[in-house]
């Protein structure tokens, strides 16, 4: 009798581990969770070319302002200048606070070209810096601009989206201040670039994120196939278990 009592005690804790083993194979089938899985929202190349293009414009372009405040010769060249430079100083904070949200890392100072663009204006004096100042600056928010209705077009990240937003305003502002100098050659300005949707350009990969859901993904019927295995297989050996008693 005891012999067959101690039998019954070790089916009995058999058979519970198993029940335990499939109710949690059970809690992790799609639709039964309370809350299902978000794979989130991830940054992709798109979105880090707009924080960082935004970020080096505010390097090379505050300064570039100041100097233009300060010894421009029209006095609407020192008039958008020291504007460019403040709104600037509101968009370096707004890219800045961006990126602590994202823990995206920025970068800490211009580019080798736009460090020479500063040395050319160091260099100019007079009419010679205005031109060389307007120049420069529009052609420079020229080249963002598309990119920012790219990224704003295609990104799944709010934060993105909301300073693609504030870039967009910001820079329009500085291209239509930049105009009404009358300095702007608008025969040297570079022609739109519209690429098509097969290059490899910031474009293209921006409309190729838009169809693309990002992140892991694992198919339904393999979940629920694993779980009917596992509940077969522990089906048969409960059965076995019985029968050996």
Do not use: C
Request: aromatic letters at 4%.
């Amino acid at each position: 009798m005891a012999s067959l009592e101690s039998a019954r005690r070790r089916l009995a804790h058999r058979v519970t581990l198993l029940l335990v083993a499939i109710g949690a194979g059970i809690g992790v089938l799609p639709g039964m969770a309370q809350a299902a899985p978000n794979p989130g929202v991830q940054m992709n190349a798109a979105d880090m070319t707009l924080l960082n293009g935004v970020r080096l414009a505010g390097l090379w372009e505050m300064p570039a302002g100041t100097m233009a405040a300060e010894k421009g010769k029209s006095p609407r060249v020192r008039e958008v200048g020291a504007e460019i430079a403040r709104q600037h100083g509101v968009l370096d904070q707004l890219v800045v606070e961006a990126a602590n949200k994202l823990g995206a890392v920025l970068p800490a100072e211009p580019t080798t070209q736009q460090k020479g663009w500063l040395t050319e204006m160091q260099n100019a004096n007079g009419a010679q810096f205005d031109q060389i100042f307007v120049t420069r600056l529009r052609v420079a928010h020229g080249n963002i601009f598309p990119v920012i209705g790219a990224v704003r077009a295609s990104t799944k990240d709010p934060v993105v989206r909301k300073l693609a937003e504030d870039a967009n305003k910001f820079v329009n502002d500085h291209m239509t201040m930049l105009e009404s100098t009358g300095l702007v050659r608008w025969q040297q300005l570079p022609p739109p670039a519209i690429p098509a949707a097969q290059s490899d350009s910031l474009v293209a990969a921006a409309q190729a994120n838009a169809s693309s859901g990002g992140g892991l993904q694992v198919s339904t019927g393999i979940v629920w196939a694993v779980f009917l295995i596992a509940l077969g297989t522990g089906g048969y050996t409960t059965w076995r278990l019985m029968r050996r008693s």
